[in-house]
């Protein structure tokens, strides 16, 4: 009851301050928010045996029956524009259990049966200040400060926006088409009155628009720890997973350097990025003595599209390395920063529907996640290589849709045939996917979708876990916007 009560007095406290500050400078208030109701179908989708090994965990691809249940967000948001200088944000949003990577309540899970509330809380997703001055020298110059999405370039690397992250961003804008930013991000706190397994984040950036349609940017992050790195795991002689809470390594020196272009040229949308990586986790644990594990990964990402009214068609192509033998001191994977090992449910699409949100990927050797062992799902573009083509219309004016085909490989298999631990050759084929989108205006704030996906397993799933079915999901639902 407290922290209901708690909530409540909080949104009253903001929306009175913001009152107060209306009638004294006349600043732009902006209530509002959405609800999204959604029904979710999956079929063919299994915890395999052995799921209490870190290889093997996760969902993958295998007979079953169906699954279908329904859902609800809930989004409140109050964005106070006190002047043109300074603004403040606000975004309420419910979650299943209170937990942190929630943002919605299955219907019926009360706990109590039948005529109850849902079994939901009401979080912060956002709560953040900026202000905006001249600076030095009457260059114009920001600050932003509080809990807030986080994203770099073209998101291949870094993308946490779905609940957010705590940082503090500093930003000037030397000319009118430059932007150069530096920031910190809280990625791991632990124990508040340890440093050794905390995990932070160092940010900088900058972009340049070179004409009204086309920019390129630079960015790099350091994360660094003195004794976490999120998910240490090592192999014994028997093939046996050893994993150890922090401090777990002497120290934690991970960087990501990423170079990004987007526009258009003569009518061709275009987008592009390169990361590459390296630095190093020091002093790790294992039956044969410490070790140090070197960051050596890479990805590159690349986008096309063309518009022929009223037909856009795309084409997109991503390359996330991956590594061949998880037993040296090199880390060839493509790390990635994309958030927990958070369910389907919670997860922003940026890909593909089923191989990128639902099932098991490819991914064997995520050290920067934020689960013992390695993220299962959630792992972007890491050890996956894809092919896609797609197409969107928009046939009258309240109605759009889209469709897309994937072409998905693992970019190296040596390491999962290490895991396996026995004389088998796993095959690179990840499988081929077939996405729908559609979207029905039905009134003004007022709309109906679906995505609807097909994902046809490879080989891949069959050598690893001994089954290879073809993946079915729907989403269907209402979004309304106030």
Known sequence: MKKYLAVALGILLVMGLALSAFAEDKPEITLGGKILVRGWYFDNIVVPEGEDEIPKFGVVPGKSTSQAFYSTNVN????????????????????????????????????????SKPNADILIRQAWIQYVGTGLMGVPAGIKIGHMPISLGEKQFLNNERFGDDAILLWVDPVKEAHIAIGT????????????????????????????????????????????????????????????????????????????????????????????QFGKAEGIVSEDGEFDLKAKGWAVYAKLGYMIDPINIRASFAYGSGDDDIEDEDCKEFQTLQGPDYGPTARLVH?????????????????????????????????????????????????????DGFLLKATKVGGWEQLLGQDVDVDKDLGWEVDMKASYKITKNLSYFVEAGYFKAGDFYKDVYGDDKAVTQLVHGLLFTF
């Open 76 to 115: 409140l948001m109050v964005d106070a524009k006190i002047s043109d200088s300074l603004r403040g944000m606000v975004e309420l949003e419910t979650a299943s259990g209170g937990s942190a990577n929630s943002g919605l309540w299955y219907w019926g899970d009360s706990g109590r049966g039948y005529d």
């Open 351 to 403: 890909y593909t529907q089923i191989y990128e949100r639902t099932v098991r990927t490819a991914a064997v050797n995520a050290v920067l996640t934020t689960k013992p062992g390695g993220n299962t799902t959630n792992t972007g573009i890491a050890n996956t290589t894809y092919y896609n083509l797609g197409i969107d219309v928009t046939p009258m004016p309240d109605v759009s849709l889209s469709v």
């Open 185 to 276: 991000v809280k990625l791991d706190e632990g124990e508040l009155n340890s440093h050794t397994d905390d995990l932070d984040g160092y940010v900088a950036l900058a972009t340049y628009q070179w004409d009204k349609d086309n920019m390129v940017g630079i960015n790099w992050v350091w994360a660094h720890s003195d004794g976490n790195c999120p998910s240490v795991w090592t192999v014994d002689g028997e093939g046996n997973i050893i994993t150890t809470p922090a401090p777990n390594v002497d120290q934690l020196n991970f960087h990501n350097v990423g170079i990004h272009a987007k526009g258009m040229i003569a009518g061709l949308s275009y987008a592009a990025e390169a990361d590459f």
